[in-house]
């Protein structure tokens, strides 16, 4: 890959990153109950998750996907079920009031976070068909394949942890001035409904 079409697709990880969807919401919502530190373990499983897909697409899997529309179903469906499990799991949370300088709310396991978020991701086909139509316009015919979507595939996810942990800081700051269990409750309600939201959307998507 050369550097200008390097900096090309650098540029295009970085629009994808900070564009909301359900990982972004994801990382939101820990943020704003947990704290970027403990945020940490959800935003390394969406790479997980975001890794596993750039390795669909680039075996070939994922082509497989987007001509199969039994396999596209089976995991559209499965991700629009877990995006909505997510969303009343999150509209029902419980407030934890704090006054200022209390204690933080107790955060699931770090393992439970991570395995949630990498889920988040991989029952998402609509972005194995988006890296589908974006990975190849990347590609030099006469360079290694493997090597350059190990490169293309590093970039993505440094940029998109970089772009979590913003999001996740954000939230944090954010949640300095929501303190009382009403605030808490109505964010929580929010962010559910964006869960709900972004499955609507998902569940609506065509080949």
């Known amino acids: 890959m050369s550097v200008e079409l390097f900096w090309a697709f650098l540029a295009a990880s970085l629009l ?3 564009t909301p969807g359900a990982g972004a919401i994801n990382t939101m919502s820990n943020g704003l109950r947990y704290g970027l530190r403990r945020t940490l373990p959800a935003i390394l499983g969406l790479q997980l998750g975001l ?10 899997l994922g082509t497989l996907l987007a001509s199969s529309e039994l396999a596209f179903a089976l995991i559209k469906w499965a991700g629009v079920a877990y995006l909505i499990y997510l969303g009343v799991a999150k509209w029902r949370e419980r407030a934890v009031a704090l006054e200022a300088g209390g204690a933080p709310p107790a955060a ?3 393992l439970v976070r991570f395995g949630k978020s990498v889920l988040v991701n991989v029952t998402n086909p609509k972005a194995t068909i988006f890296l589908i139509a974006l990975l190849p316009q990347f590609l030099d015919p006469t360079l290694p394949r493997a090597q350059q979507f190990t490169v293309m595939g ?3 996810i440094s940029v998109d942890v970089l772009v979590m942990c913003g999001f996740a800081g954000l939230a944090t700051l954010i949640a300095r001035w929501l303190r009382s269990p009403r605030q808490q409750r109505l964010l929580n309600r929010l962010f559910g409904g964006l869960f709900v939201l972004v499955a609507g959307l998902l569940a609506s998507y065509r080949t």
Not at 51 to 60: C, K, T, W
């Open 154 to 156: 590093v970039t993505m």
């Open 51 to 60: 890794g596993i897909q750039i390795l669909v697409v680039g075996v070939g």
């Open 16 to 18: 994808i990153s900070i």
């Open 108 to 110: 699931e396991p770090a």
